[in-house]
């Protein structure tokens, strides 16, 4: 977005790690060495560290804390920490450590799992769906298409959701939704900003008393700090590790 530079999402993880698994399993590669390798940009670098960072604890069962002393092992200086999507000075990081750590949270919790894992259909729907609906029948919004709530329902049903939680300003009729069946809930607050604890109350019970699957929407992406909550609160995941999750999905 602004200032922000990852960390990478699960499908790029998800693509490094097929990659990785292919070279390691060919056979004309069996007696080669595979280097990881990447530049001086410090960006790239604490990108690349999660990337075989992730691998390791997916695939060869390191611990978080294993992976990452073997990241910061000889000659390797300190990894530049990730930042919130804003300007100016970042007052939040997230360490490389802090993804490793979130990844196996979530590996345990069976938030994903790349024997499953759709790469196609992740990314196909990051760009079609991800947009919030609006009012209007589709329109393009910075390069981003933005569709009616209608384009939502085959996907919703398909994968069990029964409500729709909107965390920011109204730009179309909730009514849309719950004629067609669905649960809406509006718990307005400034993106950005931090919920009061009414709306988090009212989060956690519309979640707790849910028939299926909640889908949250707002404008940016800062007001996901609800489903970070709900990640500290029902999996005891630390601040970092839900922050990580929801950079990365």
Known sequence: FYADFGPLNLAMLYRYCCKLNKKLK?????????????SFDQRKRSNAAVLIGGYAVI???????????????????SYLPFRDAAFGNCTYNLTVLDCLQG????????????????????????VKLAPEPTSYNCRAFSGYPLHA?????????????????????KIYDGKRFTNAGFDHYDLFFIDGSTPNDIIVRRFLHICENAQGAVAVH?????????????????????SQSSQQRGMCS
């Not at 060919?26 to 990447?38: N, P, Q």
């Not at 990844?103 to 990051?126: C, P």
Request: hydrophobic share 35%; with cysteine.
């Open 26 to 38: 060919s056979f004309t590669l069996t007696r080669k060495r595979i280097v990881h390798y990447t």
């Open 59 to 77: 695939y060869v069962k390191k611990t978080p804390e294993e992976a990452y002393r073997a990241l910061i092992s000889g000659s390797n200086a």
């Open 103 to 126: 990844i196996r949270k979530a590996l345990q919790h069976g938030f994903f799992d790349f024997e499953t894992f759709d790469m196609d259909e992740y990314e196909h729907y990051e």
């Open 149 to 169: 709530p209608e384009a939502y329902f085959p996907y919703f049903r398909k994968h069990g959701v029964t409500t729709i939680i909107r965390l920011n300003k």
């Open 218 to 238: 707002c404008k940016g992406g800062w007001s996901l700090c609800l489903l970070y909550l709900s990640l500290l609160r029902d999996v005891r995941c630390s």
